[in-house]
């Protein structure tokens, strides 16, 4: 089985504060990917990131930046310098390999619901 | 331009009735999913499919169905067994295992 959690329902800061969005996972898989998706309010859900379980590299892309730590199963997102174009919900996600098929599920966390004041 | 059409954008149920909700791409992808969405509940699995024919069941399959004829199309049906289907749908494909899924824009079912 797998599952991902958001603990954050909502965040709310003011413009120019960062903040952090927490994820944490559970599989039983040794091979896994995850994933940072952004829903803005058109629904459509945007890919920001992936990150397999090899590559516990962190990683840095403007003003996001993704902190993978295996040990704490955590893959944690930090948007600097919020801007008020930020606010969205952003969902976690993980797909591992079940049974030898290639795909395997992918499953989402909850979401976090993320508001950037002016 | 290739991509995840859904469709319709909006759809309007009475009670009883089944509907089906349109899924097509033309990413050549193998894979293609089916989510629901409800307020605070996140995306839930309703079924996936990884090649044609063959389908498997997510976490909320029931009163759902499926059908995989085409690579192309994955069109879902919501039954009259589904109990509370007023919701986002939202389909998506993937081209391999470490890959990201594309989404389609999304279909709103409303029960009325």
């Known amino acids: 089985a797998q599952k991902v959690t958001q603990a954050q329902t909502e965040i709310s800061v003011v413009e120019k504060e960062d903040v952090t969005l927490d994820c944490v996972y559970e599989t039983r898989d040794t091979t896994y990917y995850l994933f940072w998706y952004k829903q803005p309010p058109s629904g459509e859900l945007v890919f920001l990131i992936r990150r397999n379980s090899f590559d516990e590299q962190n990683e840095i892309s403007g003003r996001y930046s993704w902190n993978f730590q295996k040990s704490t199963s955590s893959f944690n997102f930090t948007i600097t310098a919020s801007q008020v174009v930020d606010s969205a919900v952003y969902f976690c996600?993980?797909?591992?390999?079940?049974?030898?098929?290639?795909?395997?599920?992918?499953?989402f966390g909850q979401g976090t619901i993320l508001t950037v004041h002016p | 331009d290739g991509g995840i059409t859904q469709s319709p954008k909006y759809l309007f149920r009475k009670e009883g009735q089944n509907v089906t909700l349109s899924c097509e791409q033309n990413?050549?992808?193998?894979?293609m999913y089916w989510y629901r969405q409800d307020p605070g509940q996140g995306l839930r699995l309703i079924y996936y499919?990884?090649?044609?024919?063959?389908?498997q069941k997510g976490d909320i399959a029931e009163g759902y169905s499926v059908s995989r004829e085409k690579k192309e199309s994955f069109p879902l049906t919501v039954t009259s067994a589904q109990k509370n289907p007023t919701a986002f749908y939202l389909c998506a494909s993937r081209g391999g295992a470490r890959t990201e899924a594309f989404f389609g824009q999304g279909t709103r079912l409303t029960v009325v």
């Open positions: 499919s990884q090649i044609v024919n063959d389908f």
């Open positions: 996600a993980l797909s591992g390999k079940l049974g030898g098929t290639s795909y395997g599920k992918l499953t």
């Open positions: 990413l050549n992808h193998d894979a």
